[in-house]
């Protein structure tokens, strides 16, 4: 069996549901929906540091990552904000994930890591964009010099 074949489309299928369940933390956190911040029903307060700015970053560069715009830039950022909340938030409780609550930010943090790594997949933006403008450097020809005589 030839899997080459599925690379683009499982590579999206993974980037748009890392995209959703980040942006549901985002949504959760911000807007107080979906269980609220940490499942107490409630938003958390305008600019609250660090987990209102962490939610804003999970909405807006998740919602980039599902539709694959900026991909691996948004991704990048995405897997920074999970490794600082690992490390900063987490990591003070205990060295392993289990032990400390932090297997969600891992597993993001490593999870945007491989999309950064091996791209948006086939249906994305991001490949769209380069499709057009690959094809319009095809189609372009410049006219043939004519001679002097």
């Given at each position: 069996m030839k899997t080459d074949q599925f690379r683009g489309p499982v590579l999206s299928l993974f980037r748009i549901v890392m995209g959703l369940l980040?942006?549901?933390h985002g949504v959760a956190t911000i807007f107080g929906v979906l269980g609220g911040n940490r499942g107490t029903g409630q938003a958390l307060a305008f600019g609250t540091w660090p987990g209102w700015w962490a939610a804003a970053i999970q909405l807006v560069f998740g919602t980039l990552v599902i539709v694959g715009l900026l991909t691996r830039v948004s991704a990048l950022l995405c897997s920074g904000s999970m490794a600082y909340a690992y490390f900063v938030v987490h990591a003070p409780q205990g060295?392993?994930?289990?032990?400390?609550?932090g297997e969600a930010a891992a597993?993001?943090?490593?999870?945007?890591?491989l999309i950064v790594i091996?791209?948006?997949g086939?249906?994305?933006l991001d490949t769209l964009i380069h499709r057009m403008r690959h094809q319009e450097t095809e189609t372009y020809a410049p006219a043939p010099a004519q001679a002097q005589a």
């Open positions: 980040f942006v549901c060295l392993f994930p289990i032990l400390n609550g597993m993001f943090c490593w999870s945007f890591f091996f791209g948006p086939a249906w994305a």
